[in-house]
């Protein structure tokens, strides 16, 4: 994401620059994600937060989608790479892995094993704050590599708050990357 663009008008005796750009919605929309972190919005501000939020995220996905190699499917909900601590459990016993990334419609990780696409699984995500997420994930694919195996899975039975705060992560995320513009 970008700052700003700063243009400098040559033939304006001022010589000013002219700042455009994404400073002060970003700003805004920091602090407002601040207040709903710690739960002090009001119902106004906390759905001009969702609505920011959204933006965001769909100009974020709208970045992502141009930049799309052939035969690569767009993504429908914004994820982040984070390495986070999860404990799989497959039909066939329980694995560690590390999330390679996450999203609040499921996560990338690495691990040992070979689970069928379509297998669902029992997963206990470490968050840095608060308790374990415990989900129920669908695997969606799985890339074999020597010795350890690459997979994404779907959440499928993730209730609203549980939801809302894996988006809540995933801001965090965004906002520290973009805290240096």
Same mark, same amino acid.
């Given at each position: 994401m970008v ?6 008008r ?6 000013k ?5 994404f400073?002060?919605? %970003? =700003?805004e ?10 739960? +002090? ?5 906390l /759905? !001009?937060y969702?609505a920011?939020?959204?933006?965001l995220?769909q ?5 992502h989608h141009?930049a ?5 499917r767009?993504r ?7 390495t986070?601590p999860?404990?799989i459990?497959f039909?066939?016993?329980t694995?560690?892995?590390m999330t %390679? =990334? ?5 996560f ?5 094993g +070979?689970p069928?696409?379509?297998?669902? /699984? !029992?997963i206990t995500?470490?968050?840095p704050?608060?308790?374990?997420l415990q ?5 969606v ?7 350890i195996?690459g997979g994404s ?8 708050t549980e ?5 809540v992560?995933?801001f965090?995320?965004i906002?520290?990357?973009?805290a240096?513009?």
């Open positions: 700052d700003s663009v700063t243009v400098r040559e033939h304006c005796p001022q010589q620059d002219v700042a455009m750009g400073r002060e919605p %970003l =700003d929309f920091r602090d407002l994600h601040e207040r709903a972190r710690s739960a +002090t919005l009001g119902p106004p501000d /759905a !001009k969702h920011l939020r959204d933006e995220a100009l974020l996905l709208s970045a141009v799309l190699l052939p035969r690569q767009q429908r909900v914004l994820r982040v790479a984070r986070l999860v404990d459990e039909r066939h016993g694995v560690r892995a %390679l =990334d996450l999203s609040s419609g499921g990338g990780a690495l691990f040992e +070979t069928l696409v379509g297998e669902k /699984a !029992k995500l470490s968050l704050e608060g308790p374990p989900a129920t994930a669908r695997v694919a799985v890339k074999q590599q020597v010795g195996a899975f779907q959440f499928t039975d993730l209730d609203e939801i809302e705060r894996l988006e992560y995933v965090d995320a906002l520290g990357q973009v240096s513009l």
